[in-house]
């Protein structure tokens, strides 16, 4: 009889090692930890907290130890909305589910509830296309703000590591930016506990622009807001503000840089009370015209909690009106549609190849733009540009067959793009979004061409139908 054949480890159901640990959730915190030691996976599933599923880790418990707290009950400590997956997930999928939610491990769950294995960041460094997890682990441990910087150090090696392994672009993208949130996460952490003082549960961190939408590469800078509490008074404010400026400069000691004329949480109009920013959402759907409100809007749609409270912000739900607001949607489609795809430039260029092409700037931005704009206008709450692309196809605005082609040219440039930015890497360069057309092989060149052509189109017809259509007509499906 021919034996099974060797996992992939392509699917997250390959790196099931061992059956899942099940406790009550009433069994004191002691014995369950002699349990999850017994067991060797690191963590159990917890019965009993009537939420579904749960899960106590060992550090968990390690940190309950180091407080001093009272005697406890499992469920007490144990994490009632863990990272889950479905069975038949991607291992690469299921890898970054586990990073964006900062977690030390996954739980396989199907439609039933029922628990088909709980993958741990160590089950992880079996497969090909999770190598690297080891750095988030890292990371999220650093215990000094020097250790961290050294850390850090390593992503452009882990995102080529990523690029090597096969791992589609936007895939890559997505865990690097991963990788930047417990950059992010742990030196806010490390800073703030210097200023005793300040009370981080006061705080949430918001991350804006490619980082937002889980699309740092190499060249993106950290955009960021912060949401107060709004118990917090003015004059906490300003020393939170000078806290909070201090995790810019220790980003940027990681190499996570910050543009000073752009988001930043050291900056008044990224630093405010979570009331202050429904007042100023408001006032950008009143008039998205004035005070830069388009810009602020675009920016804030992008926003994603990573430290602190992780639901809906107050201008998130302000924000989440635009869809019942007509003209806001036209004015932010006109906003959308400014920065056109170069067509000219580019035929003018490809003769004189030694010529510089801003890659961001004249191609995906645009795309970018216009996959906001599909997701505000069909109430998607997506935040990556492929994913918003996706479920916004289909309507009047966006056809699905544009929809796809923008998701296929959305990862070939990224593709590209990652490529040059290592080739700087290489050369001792700082990696950037200018590319120069001569050093890149003739295919990329005319895939530039090609995808510059099909986005300036599909933004030829966006501003035609919204010039001469009622802003309804835009949302009804499309054939």
């Not at 017994?38 to 917890?46: E, P, Q």
């Not at 586990?98 to 029922?114: G, P, T, W, Y």
């Not at 417990?182 to 949430?204: C, K, N, Q, S, Y």
Request: net charge negative; glycine share 6%.
């Amino acid at each position: 009889m021919s034996q099974p054949p060797d996992p992939t480890y392509a699917l997250v159901d390959d790196l099931v090692v061992r059956e899942p640990l099940v406790l009550d959730g009433h069994l004191d915190v002691t014995a369950a930890a002699a349990a999850i030691t017994d067991h060797g996976g690191g963590c159990a599933v917890i019965m009993g907290t009537g939420s579904g599923v749960s899960v106590l880790t060992d550090s968990a418990i390690r940190a309950w130890v180091a407080s001093g707290a009272p005697p406890a009950g499992a469920a007490a400590l144990a994490d009632r909305h863990p990272p889950c997956v479905p069975p038949g997930t991607s291992s690469a999928e299921a890898m970054i589910t586990m990073l964006e939610a900062d977690a030390s491990c996954v739980v396989v769950v199907d439609r039933a509830d029922a628990v088909h294995g709980v993958v741990t960041a160590r089950d992880f460094l079996v497969s090909p296309t999770t190598a690297g997890v080891s750095l988030h682990q890292q990371l999220r441990r650093a215990g000094s703000l020097d250790e961290l910087s050294r850390r850090a150090a390593r992503l452009p090696v882990t995102l080529r590591d990523f690029t090597r392994r096969g791992l589609a672009p936007s895939k890559v993208i997505a865990v690097h930016s991963s990788l930047i949130d417990t950059v992010v996460r742990r030196t806010i952490e490390l800073v703030l506990r210097r200023h005793g003082d300040l009370d981080p549960t006061a705080v949430t961190w918001l991350s804006l622009g490619s980082n937002g939408r889980r699309e740092a590469v190499l060249s993106s800078d950290v955009d960021a807001a912060v949401i107060f509490r709004d118990d917090v008074d003015a004059q906490a404010i300003d020393s939170y503000r000078a806290g909070l400026g201090e995790v810019v400069t220790e980003l940027t000691r990681s190499g996570l840089t910050s543009d000073s004329h752009g988001a930043t949480p050291a900056h008044r109009l990224f630093a405010r009370t979570d009331e202050q920013w429904r007042a100023a959402g408001r006032q950008w759907l009143a008039d998205p015209t004035q005070n830069k409100g388009a810009v602020l809007i675009s920016l804030l749609v992008d926003g994603r909690p990573i430290y602190g409270d992780p639901g809906p912000t107050g201008v998130s739900l302000v924000l989440g009106e635009l869809r019942t607001d007509p003209s806001a949607l036209r004015l932010l489609l006109e906003h959308s549609l400014l920065q056109r795809a170069r067509l000219r430039p580019l035929r003018t260029l490809l003769p004189r190849r030694h010529e510089p092409f801003n890659v961001k700037e004249n191609a995906l931005v645009p795309i970018v733009n216009l996959a906001r704009w599909a997701a505000l206008s069909s109430g998607s709450a997506e935040l990556s540009t492929i994913e918003r692309l996706r479920t916004a196809a289909g309507s009047a605005i966006l056809p699905r067959a544009e929809a796809e082609t923008l998701i296929e040219i959305f990862e070939v440039l990224q593709r590209i793009r990652l490529r040059y930015q290592f080739a700087q890497l290489d050369a001792g360069e700082q990696p950037s979004d200018v590319v120069v057309l001569d050093r890149l092989s003739p295919i990329d060149r005319s895939v530039i061409g090609q995808a510059v052509r099909e986005i300036s189109a599909v933004q030829r017809r966006a501003a035609n139908l919204s010039a001469a259509a009622p802003t309804d007509a835009w949302l009804e499906p499309s054939t």
